[in-house]
């Protein structure tokens, strides 16, 4: 019988005698109630999402937090505690609201222990022209034995690490010093790789039986993972095809097809990337996980969905408004309501306060591979493009294809003349090479005439570094090393309005 546990809520008082606590929440801690995976999402420039597992439901999840470890003096409490079926554990979610802008604090899930006192940043207000820089990386999934590792299955999987290479994971961490939060625009995990494992012989123990434990397994050891980064630097995800359904997409076994009819409820319809994350479309307008905005400073941040929800114009090869049978979704509640709202979101940007906008898709549609709907997705470009033309969104980051390319601003295939000196077009990076099992894509030659610079034999992540508020600058760092294998400056010739009116401020 694990020890019950009644909440220590003694030093907290003393240290906070003087100090109005929200109403406490009584509750006991047992081993299935510590917290685990906890991670953390923006909500503003005065809020911030905390998140985290545990394996029993928690009926008011809560966190202690505060402007010092020895005082976490406030007290937030939410009723999200939510799983599904073939999920090993509950997520929780708390939204903290109040906080002052660009301020550190101290936070501690509920029964967290005395190591469990974590830090986190909320997001600088809009208009703050301070520089920053901040992490971007595609097609992140579980590293260790049962994922990216030194060696794959002997029927198939390719790049594996070289032995003493760092992986992404373990390069984010070791240059966090150096970036805000961590923006990670699809494919997150590859639960769905269990199956492909299987075939490849690399689990070569597992069955079909085993298909929906598995699955769950690689979730949660990529969330432990993570949690190194996502304890005190916001995560915030998009959709990706590999966070929809268990079959990967189809998986061929042994001359045996599958397909999404051996998936559980619970492993489909992106079911595990809806529970476990928190993404601020409450306060932007969006929908869940799917698609939302937020600012940091100089810099407002769009997240599309290219998986579903592409509109009633945008007609699929198998579904409306789906690129590729994602058979998900739609998540919207009419077929044009993404597209409507990235309208709206972008009319309403200042751009004296935000000069900068930045938008990630999981799905390319400029990108050096072969042509075919399930990679290159020309009706995401249908439907998105012209609204990121028309309102000169800086750039686009794209995933999907597993490898590096740098490409030219460029608007419906004509590359624009001025390059990164100040062009009109959208500047386009797909940054898909993060690592997961099966290793990189191979970038299909010659290069789209729009190419720059592109690398598909190393795993690497963005650095994106907004300076001021005409130039910023995007840098490819390889994991295995942490040096920089490729740096351009986008220059936006602009009126910096924030710099002029804090000058004339006296
Ligand atoms: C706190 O809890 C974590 C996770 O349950 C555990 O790994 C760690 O050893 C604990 N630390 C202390 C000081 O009890
Ligand atoms: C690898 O990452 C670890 C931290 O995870 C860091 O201490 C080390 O310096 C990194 N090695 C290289 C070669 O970058
Ligand atoms: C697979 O199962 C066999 C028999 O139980 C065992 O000897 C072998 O070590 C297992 N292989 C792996 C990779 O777990
Ligand atoms: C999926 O697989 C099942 C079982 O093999 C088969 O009956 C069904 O026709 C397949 N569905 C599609 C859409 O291919
Ligand atoms: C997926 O989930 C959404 C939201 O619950 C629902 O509206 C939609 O019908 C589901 N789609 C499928 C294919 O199950
Ligand atoms: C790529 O293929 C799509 C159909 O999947 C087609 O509509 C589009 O024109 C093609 N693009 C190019 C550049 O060939
Ligand atoms: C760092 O890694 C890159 C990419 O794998 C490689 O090309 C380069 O030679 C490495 N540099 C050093 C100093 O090891
Ligand atoms: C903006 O930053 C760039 C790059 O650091 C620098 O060259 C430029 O002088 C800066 N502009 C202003 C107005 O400070
Ligand atoms: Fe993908």
Known sequence: MPEMLKKSALLASIACASVAS???VEYKCCPETLPMQTHLAYSGDSGMTVSWNTYSKLHFPSVRYGNHPDALCHEAVSDVSVTYPTSTTFNNHVKITGLKPDTLYYYQPQCGNSSQIYTMKTARSVGNHIPFSIAVGGDLGLMGPDGLTTS???NGGNAPLAPGDNNTIQ???SMKSEWEFFWHPGDIAYADYWLKEEAQGFLPNSTLADGQALYESILNQFYDEMTTLTVDRPYMVGPG??????DNGG???KGVSYNISICPIGQTNFTGFRNHYRMPSDVSGGVGN???SFDYG?????QLNTETDLGDGFIGPDQPGQPQGMDS????SYPNEQLDWLKCDLEKVDRKKTPWVIAAVHRPWYVSAKNSSSTVCTICKDAFEPLLVEHEVDLVFQAHTHYYERNQPLNNYVIDPAGLENPKAPWYITTGAAGHYDGLDSLVYPLKPYAVYAEDTAYGWSKLSFHNCTHMTHEFVSSSNNTILDSATLFKDRKCWIEESESCHH
Do not use: E, K, V
């Open 298 to 302: 100089m810099t407002h941040f769009i």
């Open 241 to 246: 095809n590999h966070d929809s359904n268990c």
């Open 290 to 292: 799917f698609w939302y």
């Open 329 to 332: 979704g739609p998540f919207g």
């Open 152 to 154: 794959t299955g002997p």
């Open 22 to 24: 929200a109403s406490p």
């Open 171 to 173: 390069s984010l961490q």
């Open 251 to 253: 998986t061929t076994d």
